[in-house]
Structure formats: C-alpha cells, structure tokens
C-alpha cells in the first residue's frame, strides 16, 4: 500500500548549465534552493534585496536592478539609531548610513549586471499579505521591528498581483528576450495570519499566478508547495518551528528540482562540485597527518579533474585550503 500521494512532475524543455546565470527572489525557500546552486558554483544571485515576501515586494526588487537610479540617504529611515530601508531586509541596515547605502547600491549594482545575461529567474510568492507604513503609504518588504501601530495590512487581490506582475514581464522580455521566468509558491505557512487566513493568501497567490502564466512569454511553474503539502504531507519533513521545511524535504524538493532542470550531466557536475565544497565545511578527524596528507590529494585530484571538465568553474579557494594540509 502506498501511504504518500506522490505526482510526476514533466521535465523542463529549458535546461540549466554550468554556463547559465540564474537568480532567485522571493521567500526563504527561494534563499534555500538559491543556496544549492552556491553550494554546486553554479553562476547564481539570490535576493539581491533580502528576502522578500509578497509580490509587490518582489517586483519593487526587480525594479531597482533594471533601472539606473541608486538608493540616496533620504531612501532610508532612521529607527532609534540604525538606518535601514523598507524595502530591504535587515541585513542591509546600519548605524551608519553610508555604509548601508552602501551595501544595498553595491548588492543592486552586481545583480543588474547579472540579470541582463541571466537565462532563468525563478519568483517564489510567499503571501499576498501586505504591509503599508503610514506615514508614506507605501507597501514595505520588511516592518524592522518598528510598532504595528505604524503600518496598516491587507490583503492584495488576484487583479492586483496579475495586473502588477504582467506590466513587470513586458518590461524583463523587452530587456532580456531570452530571460525564462519561473514561478512557484513558497511552502512555509504564514501562520501569524492564522490557519485560515494562510490559506486564503495562499489561495490568492495560486489564482494569480494561474492567470501569470498565460503571459505571452511563457512563463513556468515548478510546484515546490505541492511537493511539501501533497507529497511529503507529514510533520517529520518540517524544521523545529513546524512551519518551514527540515533539511530532508529541502534535499528533496532539490532532488526534485534537478530532475526537472538540470540533464543528467550537470545533475552528475554538480555532485562532484558540491562534495568539493562539503568537504572544506566538515571538519577533518583523521588520526595521523599521513591520512590528512592522503585525504588533502584525493580532494586536490578531484579538483584537478573537475578543472579540466568544467574550465569554468573556479575551485581555487577550496584548492589553497587543501594544499594548506599538505
């Protein structure tokens, strides 16, 4: 007897290469799957801004890589000393403000350069639950911990993402024709909106990213909120806060994801790249420094060979820490 509901997923006509840049926007989960392709040195950018939640959210991060103004000092907020932006996450907020500007024009800089060669950018929608500060009236990525009282919340409507999102690919396939747009919604449950408001968020970004994908440019869709709710649909796959997805179902959704994108050579690339960098992250317990000699080599000669298949791929770092074993 089978106890999961398991479903084929149709393999994707557009492949993804070693020689393909690729970004991610959206929720954590965009930040989780981004970070597989880092792991694999796979040319990739992943939230240029932070992670952002809601459409609007991540169409305000599209826009500032795809035109040319940069962030000035009256773009940002002071909250008890530390200057941040509302269309930032936290990462990017300092106690001073030149070091925050800083940090977010740099970040916007290397991703609009990045986006106009990029082959796939793949959105992940995690509510359609917005913010509004009031004192601009503008939708905001992130509340930083200032007072609710300051900001009113709604709920954006299908037309309202629909309308925004089709404006917004007119625009990326009138500066990069060969840009592939793939939409999924996030797993992770929005619980502070409680059981039954998640789902009706939930259910208005699946409506708007239904009617999204009748766009002209042929948009597409990877269903990573499926895989956790309809096939993995147990709590031993989700994290100690019960809401975002473990390791576990995070390896295979990846799993799932490669087998949809990747062909089987790069799937095969990828491994060698990735147990390269899983190599440099775990800690050596070897007994004598013969065996650390011996284990330093084999990885040096796993590098080398990866080098000659993959010229491109830049394994030096990892490289200079094994020889620094020797």
């Known amino acids: 007897m089978e106890f999961r509901t398991t479903f084929n997923i149709a393999p994707s006509q557009a492949k993804i290469t070693y020689d393909d840049p690729v970004m991610f926007i959206g929720s954590c989960f965009a930040s989780s799957i981004g970070s597989q392709f880092e792991a694999g040195h796979m040319p990739v950018i992943i939230n240029p801004s932070g992670t952002v939640y809601n459409p609007v959210s991540v169409s305000n991060t599209i826009d500032s890589i795809t035109t040319e103004s940069e962030y000035k000092q009256n773009d940002l907020y002071n909250h008890r000393g530390i200057w941040l932006s509302f269309n930032h996450y936290t990462d990017f907020s300092s106690e001073s403000a030149s070091?925050?500007?800083?940090?977010?024009?740099?970040?916007?800089?290397?991703?609009?350069?990045?986006?106009?060669?990029?082959?796939?950018?793949?959105?992940?929608?995690?509510?359609?639950?917005?913010?509004?500060?009031?004192?601009s009236g503008k939708i905001v990525s992130n509340c930083h911990k200032i007072p609710a009282s300051e900001f009113t919340h709604e709920l954006l409507s299908v037309n309202d993402i629909v309308t925004l999102w089709n404006?917004?690919?007119?625009?990326?396939?009138?500066?990069?024709?060969?840009?592939?747009?793939?939409?999924?919604?996030?797993?992770?449950?929005?619980?502070?909106d409680g059981?039954?408001?998640n789902q009706v968020s939930k259910s208005v970004l699946f409506l708007a990213v239904?009617?999204?994908?009748?766009?002209?440019?042929?948009?597409?869709?990877?269903?990573?909120?499926?895989?956790?709710?309809?096939?993995?649909?147990?709590?031993?796959?989700?994290?100690?806060?019960?809401l975002h997805p473990s390791s576990s179902a995070i390896e295979y959704i990846w799993d799932a994801?490669?087998?949809?994108?990747?062909?089987?050579?790069?799937?095969?690339l990828w491994h060698e790249v990735a147990g390269i960098s899983k190599a440099v992250s775990h800690r050596i317990q070897l007994r004598s420094a013969g065996q650390?000699?011996?284990?330093?080599?084999?990885?040096?000669?796993?590098?080398?060979?990866?080098?000659?298949?993959?010229?491109s791929i830049n394994l030096e770092s990892e490289r200079n820490y094994f020889f620094k074993l020797l």
Not at 105 to 124: G, V
Not at 292 to 311: C, G, L, M, N, T
Request: proline share 4%.
């Open 292 to 311: 650390v000699k011996k284990f330093a080599e084999s990885i040096i000669s796993r590098i080398d060979a990866i080098s000659k298949k993959a010229p």
């Open 99 to 135: 070091e925050a500007l800083d940090k977010i024009n740099t970040s916007i800089n290397n991703a609009r350069k990045f986006i106009f060669s990029a082959k796939f950018l793949f959105i992940t929608f995690g509510t359609a639950r917005v913010y509004r500060w009031r004192e």
């Open 167 to 192: 404006e917004l690919m007119n625009k990326l396939r009138i500066l990069n024709p060969g840009l592939k747009v793939i939409f999924s919604i996030s797993p992770v449950r929005h619980m502070k």
């Open 195 to 197: 059981a039954h408001g």
């Open 210 to 242: 239904e009617e999204l994908l009748k766009h002209e440019s042929c948009p597409g869709y990877f269903p990573a909120y499926e895989l956790v709710m309809d096939d993995l649909r147990d709590y031993r796959f989700y994290d100690d806060d019960m």
């Open 257 to 268: 994801f490669t087998h949809c994108y990747f062909d089987n050579n790069t799937i095969g």
